[in-house]
């Protein structure tokens, strides 16, 4: 398939799951009138169902879905393995926990940019200690053990805290947290996560070549004009920046970085630096589709996006652990 | 015209002297051969040359200008080093790999124009790798695989080649034929520089040789000179037939063990 | 010396036992008359003990009993001791009645039986006639049958005397957190219609206790939420969904309706202070209506 045409196909697929996302719901939404409320009536049940309800919804999960897609790739082509991506070597968590600490203990009320900013602090924090872990030239057994270890510390941190916390609802959102939810967001959220969402997709998509490089290892991409620590860096940064805001707002969903470039990546022909967009959009396709999934599917309680997309991308990672054994076989 | 010039090299790793106080220039059309036995620092020296490494002492000019004052970019564009072996982490064609190449050309949006496509196409012609165009790069053949990231390092147009044993593993056909390009790039305002173990070979291709041993220049100069049975006894511990037909040939012939 | 001591070390033994045994023996023949020494192991239980029974009967309450935010007579608990309702804090108080809830600490409740003490259980109220018949029991048990049915009198009527719902009513949603709500066979839902309201949980088809998604409630329409904070300025998702802008929107935007949460919590006469606030409440809101 060529570039174009793919990139073409991805936008189509996104645009179509962001409609079909603003129309479905447990109860029908006469769409129409809805959108012909928005500018007519603006106060109206059904103009506030779409644009106070189902758009913010709908927004988030494609600047999340797209973040992580993108993170993933990124992060893949920097460490020059499919088995990376920023919820497997600790991004994700650190941002979550820093989100937690904010959130729960009164801190956002200093400014509202703090949930953010924090849990971009956590992220870059978190990641560089897997990194710093696992050492410079580390293989990729290293670092994901090492982002194991930092996920495990996070998460009880983050267990401990919620605990901790004044509120006695609290400690029931852990689940939200570690696995990730998008219901009943507002446009302030999406306003919220928005620049900083914007600043991270910039800094990554930005690297595209310097990732083509690294294909032929950190030194000849020197000596093509790449500064392998500066991208190693601006990438973190980038994760830090989109990772950061995406999971303050919606916890850690997980295995999208892991599943979309993967699936891509043939498709691109292998190419780190043309993945990227293709990643962003396939990773927003699919967190979309899961959402659209959680609400159709019938259950009392609704279901977390998150464990829809673990349940898809779980089995999917043991089935890249064992292709890749038989590789090395 | 000297294009690089190495005045007092010395570079230290972990306490340990890689190199010591080398001298080494680079004259346009010049093909440079780096020789030596394994650990002797020829690698060391090269990326020191690309840049890639900063010595402990000592400088690199390039152009009569201090490499280190180059901009990254500039630096890339006029140096190419070609690494050991090279690997390639993902099965991109050998189009695109090639296609790396133009890298230190482009800004950092733009896309490679019909000029950087020009660059590209010649470098694959050149070295007749035209038929694996679209192949996928990681399941050529030593051969060839050779061939495609001497490609990527040409289609910089660079002005000196740095080049870290390309004709290692390859068969003697791939060997001559490589060193063939070598030669023909380093031609006019463009020299090259070039890691090898073949002695014989680099007699016949090399314009000049510099022998190394544990961090330090034996000897320079023409191949007929370098390549004398004493200093290859003294640096591979080897005695050697040399002939001469009109460039010297060895043959190792056995291996003096120090110890006894 | 000590083989010379042990027989009358044995002696002393079977003393104290026929002695502690003689004790249990008596408490539980006195179980049917008034109880001296009542450990409550449950808040509402502990709230009905501190209406009904005299002071001097209640050994310990639950520390639940001390916090501002659970306990309707939290200042008179702080009179008592208390217990986190564990069988070994109860049995040093050696009472002659324990009052249990009826759910949790079922345990708790089978060890103090095996141990021979007695042990009542209080039901949950989810109507009014439960509500009754629990501060009959709990009368009962503490030997003042005549002081619940004063209150059952009273309550009843006070209930009587309001007006039936008219079909104008304005409508309100209990929201708790997590956007859980209630029907009508619950007691926070009686309330509410007997204070004149229509609840939208029952149009959404909420039998007892259920959530209702942001989209249901914002289709319903409220004019009023009523939460009922344990906590107040405390922040969780759950607790920020009433902020939500989809129902602070320019048309909808329904009153905030805040009930103690001691007076929710557990259920006693106190459901009247309740319902009048409820129904202040809709007198307010529907003058307004007027006014405008």
């Known amino acids: ?329 | 015209m000297s294009l690089l010039v190495a005045t007092g090299i010395s570079f230290k790793r972990k306490q340990q002297l890689l190199l010591q106080d080398v001298q080494l220039e680079l004259k346009a059309g010049e093909l440079l051969g780096l020789i030596g036995p394994n650990g002797a620092g020829k690698s060391t020296l090269l990326k020191i040359l690309a840049g890639l490494q900063k010595p402990t002492s000592g400088s690199v000019q390039f152009q009569a200008q201090a490499l280190h004052k180059l901009s990254t970019q500039e630096r890339s564009q006029k140096l190419a080093w070609l690494a050991q072996g090279g690997m390639i982490h993902w099965p991109l064609t050998v189009e695109r790999l090639v296609a790396l190449g133009r890298l230190p050309h482009l800004a950092a949006w733009q896309q490679a124009n019909a000029k950087d496509q020009a660059a590209i196409d010649q470098a694959i012609q050149q070295n007749g790798i035209e038929q694996l165009r679209h192949r996928d790069a990681t399941t050529l053949s030593g051969g060839e695989r050779t061939r495609v990231l001497l490609a990527r390092a040409l289609a910089a147009e660079p002005t000196v080649l740095l080049a870290d044993e390309p004709i290692a593993a390859l068969d003697p056909g791939y060997q001559l034929q490589t060193l063939e390009l070598l030669r023909q790039f380093a031609q006019g305002e463009r020299a090259c520089i070039v890691v090898l173990h073949e002695l014989s070979l680099a007699a016949r291709y090399c314009d000049r040789l510099y022998l190394l041993k544990s961090g330090c220049i034996v000897d320079t100069g023409s191949a007929a000179t370098v390549l004398s049975s004493e200093n290859l006894k003294n640096v591979y511990h080897i005695e050697c037939e040399i002939g001469c037909t009109s460039v010297p040939w060895i043959i190792p012939s056995r291996f003096i063990n120090d110890q006894n | ?292």
């Open chain 1, 1 to 329: 398939m060529k570039y174009r045409t793919l990139l073409m196909s991805l936008s189509l697929l996104v645009f179509g799951l962001f409609c079909l996302s603003l129309v479905v719901g447990r109860d029908p939404l006469p769409i129409w009138q809805a959108a012909n409320e928005v500018f007519t009536d603006h106060s109206s049940v059904f103009a506030i169902i779409l644009t106070e309800i189902r758009l913010p919804r709908t927004l988030i999960a494609l600047l999340a879905g797209a973040t992580l897609g993108l993170g993933g790739a990124a992060m893949q082509g920097l460490l020059r393995n499919p088995l990376a991506s920023p919820d497997l070597i600790g991004s994700s968590s650190g941002a979550a926990l820093c989100a937690v600490i904010v959130l729960y203990f009164g801190w956002q009320n200093v400014s509202l940019q703090m949930l953010p900013l924090s849990a971009m602090l956590g992220s870059l924090v978190a990641t560089a200690l897997v990194f710093a872990l696992a050492g410079r030239d580390a293989s990729i057994t290293t670092l994901i053990l090492a982002g194991v270890a930092v996920n495990a510390l996070a998460t009880s941190a983050m267990s401990l805290l919620l605990n901790l916390a004044p509120s006695p609802y609290a400690m029931r959102e852990l689940v939200l947290w570690t696995m990730g939810d998008i219901t009943d967001r507002s446009m302030d959220d999406f306003w919220l996560m928005l620049p900083f969402t914007l600043i991270g997709w910039a800094l990554m998509l930005g690297v595209g070549k310097q990732l083509n490089a690294l294909t032929l290892g950190e030194e000849t991409a020197a000596s093509l004009g790449v500064n392998p620590s500066w991208i190693r860096w601006r990438i973190f940064i980038a994760i830090a920046f989109a990772v950061g805001a995406t999971v303050a707002t919606t916890g850690m969903i997980g295995f999208i970085g892991l599943v979309v470039p993967h699936l891509l990546r043939p498709l691109v022909n292998y190419e780190p630096g043309r993945l990227l967009p293709a990643a962003a959009l396939g990773g927003a396709a699919m967190l979309l589709a899961a959402d659209i999934g959680v609400r159709l599917i019938p259950t009392d309680a609704a279901i977390k996006v998150g464990v829809l997309t673990a349940l898809v991308g779980a089995p999917f990672f043991l089935y890249l652990i064992l292709r890749n054994r038989k590789e090395h076989l």
């Open chain 3, 1 to 292: 010396m000590r083989s010379r001591c042990f027989p009358y070390f044995f002696l002393l033994w079977r003393w104290i036992l026929s002695l502690l045994l003689c004790l249990v023996l008596s408490s539980y023949t006195a179980a049917d008359k008034v109880p001296k020494r009542i450990v409550s192991i449950n808040l509402c239980a502990d709230e009905l003990l501190l209406l009904l029974a005299d002071p001097e009967q209640i050994s310990a309450l639950t520390h639940l009993s001390h916090d501002e935010g659970a306990s309707y007579f939290q200042t008179k608990a702080l009179n008592y001791p208390t217990t986190t309702g564990l069988a070994e804090e109860v049995l040093p108080f050696r009472p002659d009645l324990v009052i249990a809830g009826e759910w949790g600490g079922i345990q708790t409740v089978t060890l103090l039986k095996k141990l021979g003490l007695r042990v009542e259980t209080l039901p949950l109220a989810n109507n009014m006639q439960q509500v009754f018949s629990n501060i009959e029991l709990m009368a009962k048990l503490t030997g003042h049958p005549e002081r619940g049915a004063a209150i059952v009198k009273t309550m009843q009527a006070y209930l009587a005397s309001l007006p039936a719902a008219e079909a104008s009513a304005p409508l309100a949603a209990v929201y708790d957190p997590n956007g859980y709500t209630v029907g009508a066979e619950s007691l926070r839902g009686q309330s509410m219609t007997l204070a004149g309201w229509h609840n939208a949980g029952e149009l959404a088809g909420v039998r007892d206790y259920g959530a209702l998604d942001l989209e249901t409630m914002v289709r319903l329409q409220p004019d009023a939420l009523i939460d009922s904070p344990y906590t107040l300025n405390t922040y969780s998702r759950a607790e920020a969904l009433a902020q939500h802008p989809a129902l602070r929107g320019s048309r909808l935007n329904p009153k905030m309706i805040s009930v103690p949460s001691n007076r929710t919590i557990c259920d006693g006469p106190w459901i009247i202070d309740t319902i009048a606030s409820l129904q202040s409440e809709r007198l307010k809101l529907e003058t307004q209506r007027l006014l405008q």
